[in-house]
Structures are given as C-alpha cells and as structure tokens.
C-alpha cells in the first residue's frame, strides 16, 4: 500500500500550457505539502495545507496554485509553464496537532519537464 | 528565517567502514526537529533519522546515529558498517516546532559514494 502517491510520474510538455500533479495520501494526515527540487538537488518547500490554512512560500509564482478536493488530496495546478518550472516536485503529509509526530512522508516525486 | 547548511557535496567512504556527514543550521527558536532524509538515485525521499531538541539524548536507528550538539546548532550523522545500498544524497532538514503546517528547511544535500 502505498502511503503517499502522485500521478503522473513524468510530465513533459510545452512552454505556455497548464499542467495538474495530482497527490493522495491514505495516512490519515491532516497536513499535506508541495515541495520543488530544482536541478541541483536543492528541495524548497513551496506550500503547506491542512483543512484551516494553506501557507504559500512568497516566492512561488502566482501561476501555481494548489487544490484540495477533500483531506486526502493535494493537487498542483500550473498555468503557463515556463522553462525554468522544469523540476521534480514532491509532495508530502504529516499529522498535525497536539501530538509530537511532526515527520513528513514524501511521494515518489514527478519530473516535470517544459520544453 | 532558519538556514541550513551542509558543507560536504560529496562523501566517499569503503563499505563497512563508518562514515560522518556534517549538517549545521541556524535558528533563533529553542524547540524543533531536526531530520536526515536519503535520497537514492529512484529519488523516493526515506527519512532516516529524527530528532526532537528537546531531548538531549542522541537518536539512533540501526547502523545509523546522530550526533546532535544543540548549543553550537549541529547535527551530524554517522553511518556505521557502510553498505552498497547507503549509496545515495542524504539532506538534512529542520523543522519548526510552533503548530501549524511548518515546512521542512533543507540543506543541499551531500551525496554519499560507497566504494566496494
């Protein structure tokens, strides 16, 4: 079973096109994320949601924007793609809430590639 | 804003041997947690270690420890009895402890070679 997953795993498309990643967890974690890993490895936290509050890192562009059709979900939609969108992007879930359990657990990733 | 920092981009080390990956941050806040994930090349993210700073006691997981120095902000992980399949980048994260949904803060990443 897997506890964090994304579709699709690989995404190449052109310059100018919206794009959706889909995420779903079955961990029961109220808090989900949206991280970038930008070609040199480096992971930047780019939003936090859970069912009160979403949380945007300001250097994200405006033309991403996450979705959440239920609990279990977090979707990121992208319009106009640019070249330099060209990423892995992960998603990840964690509890939240009195208890001390604060480790996020990552999906596979997707590789997204603008052309 | 919290920073942190990993002054290795590579490390080499022979299987079995033991091998210590530095991680350093910065952070004006008294409680939070403090993480080593790896990353092997299929790029899954595994955590592999977590430490909360209030407990002054060193985590350990199997071959793996850390070494955590509060006071000087350090946060190091030793691998023990290296194995082919430790290969792999390892970041060190930091997270806050304050409520909410906290993201993790990364280092760059130091990419772990495992000679046979």
């Known amino acids: 079973d897997t506890a964090v997953s994304q579709t699709p795993k690989y995404l190449v498309t052109q310059m100018g096109n919206d794009k959706s990643i889909k995420c779903e967890q079955n961990?029961?974690?109220?808090?989900m994320y949206w991280y970038k890993q930008d070609s040199k490895k480096f992971l930047k936290i780019m939003f936090s949601y859970n069912n009160k509050e979403l949380i945007i890192n300001e250097t994200v562009p405006n033309r991403f924007s996450p979705k959440s059709p239920d609990k279990a979900h977090l979707n990121l939609h992208i319009n106009s793609l640019e070249l330099g969108d060209s990423a892995v992007y992960f998603c990840?879930?964690?509890?939240?809430?009195?208890?001390?359990?604060?480790?996020?657990?990552f999906g596979p990733g997707t590789r997204l590639l603008v052309l | 804003a919290q920073t942190v920092t990993q002054s290795q981009p590579e490390m080499s080390v022979q299987e079995a041997e033991t091998v210590t990956l530095s991680c350093t941050y910065d952070?004006?806040?008294?409680?939070?947690?403090l993480f080593w994930y790896k990353q092997p090349p299929s790029r899954q993210m595994i955590l592999v270690i977590r430490?909360?700073?209030?407990?002054?006691q060193n985590a350990t997981e199997n071959r793996f420890s850390v070494n955590f120095q509060k006071a000087a902000k350090s946060f190091s992980l030793k691998i023990s009895d290296s194995q082919l399949g430790d290969a792999a980048m390892y970041f060190c994260?930091?997270?806050?402890?304050?409520?909410?949904?906290?993201?993790?803060?990364f280092g760059k990443g130091t990419h772990l070679i495992i000679q046979p």
């Open positions: 961990l029961g974690h109220d808090t």
């Open positions: 994260a930091y997270r806050s402890e304050g409520g909410g949904a906290d993201g993790l803060t």
């Open positions: 430490q909360e700073a209030y407990k002054q």
């Open positions: 952070t004006s806040e008294s409680d939070y947690y």
């Open positions: 990840a879930s964690s509890p939240f809430g009195a208890l001390r359990q604060e480790t996020q657990y």
